[in-house]
């Protein structure tokens, strides 16, 4: 197989074949698949031909504007070498447990413009060479304990999480994020700001909390930002 990119932006496609279609893609590089009608992404559909031991060549994978609300467990499973992921501007609603297992190269994840309420605890597992994360623009209600756990290597210049629907933020939510300069909370819902919420932001130089409902904030809310 010598094919190294394939172009599927702008078509109809709502249903991906894991059993035919990628199968035999082996040295695909990059792949398109925006502006489609996907409305999930399903268990191993990247499963090689080689079996469930062997990876995908896969360095670039274009999935905006679709329909995505569902990504099964173990989706990305076979994409060990994917470096830039794009999921925007579909339908997503709940960042299940390990839902990125599997994409140890991972680098780069836009999840902008989804309808995303909910991160659960370690979301994000196995992503521990991830630079760069986005989640602007969705509807986050709710920022668990260790919902940003083994993103050490995350760099955003800013990490955006304004103008969405955060009413509460719990202790240790943002340990992980060691290298992110800017966080963005502003134009939410919050009333209150816990103690250690920011725990573990060792380089975090901006923090803005403007323009939301905050009445209290506990002694310790900013313990290790000084």
Request: no cysteine.
């Given at each position: 197989q010598s094919l190294e990119e394939?172009?599927?932006?702008?078509?109809?496609?709502?249903?991906?074949?894991?059993?035919s279609l990628f199968t035999n893609l082996t040295q695909v590089k990059i792949l398109?698949?925006?502006?489609?009608?996907?409305?999930?992404?399903?268990?191993?559909?990247?499963?090689?031909?080689?079996?469930?031991?062997?990876?995908?060549?896969?360095?670039?994978?274009?999935?905006?504007?679709?329909?995505?609300?569902?990504?099964?467990?173990n989706a990305f499973i076979h994409l060990r070498n994917l470096i830039k992921l794009y999921l925007q501007n579909n339908s997503i609603k709940i960042l299940y447990q390990s839902i990125f297992y599997g994409?140890?190269?991972l680098k780069y994840?836009?999840?902008?413009?989804?309808?995303?309420?909910k991160i659960e605890k370690n979301a994000f597992y196995?992503?521990?060479?991830?630079?760069?994360?986005?989640?602007?623009?969705?509807?986050?209600?709710?920022i668990e304990t260790y919902s940003f756990n083994d993103l050490n290597k995350v760099i955003n210049n800013k990490m955006l999480l304004s103008h969405q629907y955060i009413?509460?933020?719990?202790?240790y939510s943002f340990n992980g994020l060691l290298n992110v300069p800017i966080l963005d909370l502003s134009f939410n819902n919050l009333?209150?700001?816990?103690?250690?919420?920011?725990?573990?932001?060792f380089t975090l130089l901006e923090l803005i909390l403007e323009f939301n409902f905050i009445r209290e904030i506990d002694t310790n809310?900013?313990?290790?930002?000084?």
């Open positions: 394939l172009f599927l932006n702008e078509n109809k496609l709502e249903n991906i074949d894991s059993y398109y698949l925006n502006w489609n009608y996907l409305s999930s992404i399903k268990s191993k559909i990247f499963r090689s031909i080689h079996g469930d031991n062997s990876s995908f060549l896969i360095e670039s994978l274009f999935l905006s504007q679709n329909f995505i609300e569902i990504i099964e467990s994409m140890f190269s994840l836009s999840l902008s413009t989804n309808y995303i309420v196995s992503l521990s060479y991830l630079e760069y994360l986005y989640l602007d623009d969705n509807l986050l209600e709710n009413s509460n933020v719990d202790s009333v209150s700001i816990k103690n250690f919420t920011f725990h573990g932001m809310a900013l313990n290790g930002l000084f």
